[in-house]
Each structure stands twice: as C-alpha cells, then as structure tokens.
C-alpha cells in the first residue's frame, strides 16, 4: 500500500511538473525552469502567501505571471516604476498574453476604459501603482466589484523592500498596503524583491501582514559574472 502511494504521488508530481513546463514553453519559450523558480511556482498556485528574494535578471516576473496565466482570475501587480510596469505590459502583450497597466501616464479616458475592460475579465494582469491601488474610490468601486465578479487570485507587491523602512528605498504608501489584506484575506499576497537583508525580510512579513508565508531566497551567485585583474603597463590608457 504504501509503494502504492508513493508511485501515486510520483505520477501526480510529473504530471504537474509537465502541465508547468508547458505554461513556461508557452509564455516565455523556455523549456525548463530557472533555479528556484518551480518552487516559487508551486507555492503561488497553492494559494499560499510567498516572500521571494531573487536576484536582478534571476526571472522574478514569471514566478506570479505563468501562476497568473494557470488560474481563474485576475493577478493584480503592485509596482513603484512606471517605466518597470510599461516594460513588463509590452513583454506580456508581444507573447499575446492580455495584461495592463493604470498609473499616472494615462487621461481619464485611458483609465476609464483600461478599468471597464479590467471588470470585463479582459486582462489576465494588471499592474497598478500603490497610490492608484489604495484610492478609496478604487478599492470600494472596482477593487470590490473584481473580487465578487471576475475574481483576484493574487495581490503581487513587486520590489517589496519598498515597505521596509529598513530598506535603501522606503515609500510610505507601501505601509498601507497590509489593507489589501484585511480587506481581502481569502487573496494571497506574494512579495518579490531582489534585495532584502534579513532584517528587511522580517519586516516585509510584519508589514504585509503575510501568513505563514513561503520564504524563498535564491543564490545571487552569477556565473557570468566575474573579476578580472590585469596588470596595467604606460599603454593601458591610449
């Protein structure tokens, strides 16, 4: 009985493992994961709360983005950079996956349509700015109308060493976003950031008010990267 379930449960993990791999090929084109990157994965679909802490360029985005495109719902990406979230819109839209931003570069009108379409179930994600998430208007009027309707299946707090007044760039609008919790708690809330000391880890888990979260910290060791020491002669600078 017991091989009996341990072949069982083999079965069942490859199966999962080959229903992720195939959203991978078809998100990105890759055909395996990055180092952490399935354990980061898994963890989101298990609807759990995540602190992960990868490197720049570690591929931090596709942890909530392939969750996102394999659930019911809508991700809802919280971002302190316009110029980050634009970035992250073009690269979902050029593999034809439907995602948005609203933040300040848009008129009303933009707005208007970019939140109608939102509540239409349009987008798979939505990047927002902390200031445009957390406007009263928008968490009682479209915020509260997603959740009932289409469905949140995550809030992402991209760059979240922004809620740590420990970290080397504070924002004080990323404090108030523990609401999103005590206004939603069924949502899972997945912070992501590529620099955190420990201290500034404890403290996003305090902040956001993360449950039992999954923490997962990568290696930053960067095999590509490296020193290398030359002698310098007189000729060196011409």
Known sequence: ???HRARARRRLALRRHRILLAGLNGLVGFDRFRPGQEAIVRDVLSRRDVLALMPTGGGKSLCFQLPALLQPGVTLVVSP???LMQDQVRQLQNNGIPAAFINSSLDAAD???RTQALLR????LLYLAPERLLLQEFLEGPLNRLHSGIGINA???DEAHCVSEWGHDFRTEYRQLARLRRRHPEVPLLAFTATATARVRSDIIAQLELRDPAVHVASFNRPNLFYRVRPKDKSSYR
């Open 111 to 113: 707005i208007r349509s």
């Open 81 to 83: 950079l316009i110029a």
């Open 121 to 124: 179930g349009e987008y798979k």
């Open 155 to 157: 809030f992402v707090i």
């Open 1 to 3: 009985l017991f091989r």
